[in-house]
């Protein structure tokens, strides 16, 4: 396994927890083509390569970290795996944002970038500013100032 990815993570404060562990969340999601989702992620949706692991177009293991804390962790389809999933390219996952003006941001880097929105950027009656999108693979992303119960401050 080598690791293709010279980029480290940078941590951020906005998001991550007091303790200074490591996030105890980690989603995990499975796509045919690994290499073009960690591209669209990084480069319209914000996030930076942690560590990439695999070779060619296979990914065995890769680790993305979200700038407001946080991270998802994602690889090829392989039909070995004991995580194996009926499909690849399938999941949801929320990304918490700042503030208005980093979801309206986002929105218009994913229209640019052609993706599919499902929910139109919008004020949500929970306190939420943001929207809903798929990749190209079709995962969906929430991205949204919503923080969770408890965690307005």
Sequence with gaps: MTNTSETTATRTT??????????????????????AAIRFLVDTL????????????????????????????????????????KQADDGSVYLVVPEDSVADDLYRKVVDAGATITVELRDEDYGSHGFTCRDPHGVFFSIGTYRGHGYAG
């Design 46 to 85: 914000g996030f930076s390569e942690s560590a990439v692991y695999g070779e060619g177009e296979r990914v065995d293991h890769a680790e993305l970290a979200w700038p407001y804390g946080g991270g998802l962790m994602l690889g090829s389809s392989k039909p070995d795996s004991p995580l194996r999933q």
């Design 14 to 35: 906005t998001g991550s927890d007091s303790l200074g562990q490591a996030p105890g969340v980690w989603p995990c999601l499975i796509y045919s083509d690994a290499r």
